[in-house]
T-cell receptor, first 112, second 114 residues
Framework: GEDVEQSLFLSVREGDSSVINCTYT??????LYWYKQEPGAGLQLLTY?????DMKQDQRLTVLLNKKDKHLSLRIADTQTGDSAIYFC????????????FGKGTRLSVIA | GAGVSQSPSNKVTEKGKDVELRCDPI?????LYWYRQSLGQGLEFLIY??????PDKSGLPSDRFSAERTGGSVSTLTIQRTQQEDSAVYLC???WGQGAGELFFGEGSRLTVL
């Protein structure tokens, strides 16, 4: 079955870059996603990448995809205290009929 | 409202009681999902609906859990004879259709079973 793994915690200083990593098992994944959950809130889609791309940049966010190693990363440049949240990696399979499979989430703490 | 609405936002109940959690999706969204979020467990998929039918119930943890959706809109997740291990945040999400990657989440219903 599909599985998505992430490290649980990351702590960075304000202004530094954060890199959150994720590995997945379903090689047929068509899209991979990053969701953000702020305290006391539901998840919000942050960004996504199509499986035929290896990089996507969106302002301070850079998504890197290594399909061979089934590794996805999210880089946040110039990390701010407002970036403190839980970040979830998620994949959707090729069939399009299965719901998103989420990782356990990485809690990012930004130290001022 | 414009977003996914869940109620109650907080529920404290005694072990053995039944609870009902409600989700009101974004108007026009045909797919609706229930996830459970526990400390250290991440997001656990429970069930999803396409319209009023549930093609995938594989995530329901036990037969004490059931869900229904009526009129292609509101969904109710029912937990019978609650146990302490049912304590978690229950998140509902909706999307334009099955297989969509952009899910719109509610703020969740926090359930505490004493």
């Amino acid at each position: 079955g599909e599985d998505v793994e992430q490290s649980l915690f990351l702590s960075v200083r304000e202004g530094d870059s954060s890199v959150i990593n994720c590995t997945y098992t379903d090689s047929s994944s068509t899209y991979l996603y990053w969701y953000k959950q702020e305290p006391g809130a539901g998840l919000q889609l942050l960004t996504y990448i199509f499986s035929n791309m290896d990089m996507k940049q969106d302002q301070r966010l850079t998504v890197l995809l290594n399909k061979k190693d089934k590794h996805l990363s999210l880089r946040i440049a110039d990390t701010q205290t407002g970036d403190s949240a839980i970040y979830f990696c998620a994949e959707i399979g090729n069939s399009g009929n299965t719901p998103l499979v989420f990782g356990k989430g990485t809690r990012l703490s930004v130290i001022a | 409202g414009a977003g996914v609405s869940q109620s109650p936002s907080n529920k404290v109940t005694e072990k053995g009681k039944d609870v009902e959690l409600r989700c009101d999706p974004i108007s026009g969204h045909t797919a609706l999902y229930w996830y459970r979020q526990s400390l250290g467990q991440g997001l656990e998929f429970l069930i999803y609906f396409q319209g009023n039918s549930a093609p995938d119930k594989s995530g329901l943890p036990s037969d004490r859990f059931s869900a229904e959706r009526t009129g292609g809109s509101v969904s109710t997740l029912t937990i019978q004879r609650t146990q302490q291990e049912d304590s978690a945040v229950y998140l509902c999400a909706s999307s334009w259709g099955q297989g969509a990657g952009e899910l719109f989440f509610g703020e969740g219903s926090r359930l505490t079973v004493l």
